[in-house]
């Protein structure tokens, strides 16, 4: 009876780390897609950043309102010293947001001129496959 539960205990435990690989390697490509979209804040390439977010972040934000916030809150922060991820999450769920695949993403950032933040991405897997910039929120002093 014991040896029973002890498999039945160990095959649950393999199904239900089958999805978490799979999570997994959402969490990474998200990362990478978010990765690239923050050197185009980096390097100041607003327009383009726009551009390439999601039509979520896009519909939220005018290109207008996205530069302006961007004007105001993070290029006086200055160039990025540092990057570091802290976490990410797999979710089909956000408050506020229709149900989809989401990674919610956080670096501790250093810049030249903010000192320490913590950055959140929140990357949005579209239909056509490519995960994509949903959110972006800065929090100084992280």
Same mark, same amino acid.
């Given at each position: ?12 435990? +393999?199904?239900?780390?089958? $999805? #978490? =690989? &799979?999570?997994? %390697? ?8 978010? *990765? @690239? ?33 961007? +004007?105001?809150?993070?290029? $006086? #922060? =200055? &160039?990025?010293? %540092? ?8 979710? *089909? @769920? ?40 949903? =959110? ?7």
């Amino acid at each position: 009876m014991v040896l029973k539960r002890i498999c039945l205990f160990v095959l649950l435990g +393999l199904i239900a780390a089958q $999805p #978490l =690989g &799979a999570d997994q %390697s959402k969490e990474v490509e998200a990362t990478a897609a978010a *990765r @690239s979209w923050l050197l185009l804040v980096d390097d100041q390439s607003y327009t383009d950043s726009w551009e390439r977010a999601d039509p979520y972040f896009k519909n939220a934000v005018t290109l207008d309102q996205w530069k302006k916030s961007l +004007l105001l809150v993070r290029k $006086p #922060l =200055g &160039a990025v010293l %540092s990057r570091k991820l802290i976490s990410r999450q797999y979710l *089909r @769920s956000l408050p506020g947001a229709p149900d989809g695949e989401y990674v919610v993403i956080q670096y501790g950032t250093r810049f030249e001129n903010g000192g320490a933040s913590v950055e959140t991405i929140t990357g949005l897997l579209d239909p056509d496959g490519v995960w994509r910039v949903a =959110g972006y929120y800065i929090k100084p002093g992280g």
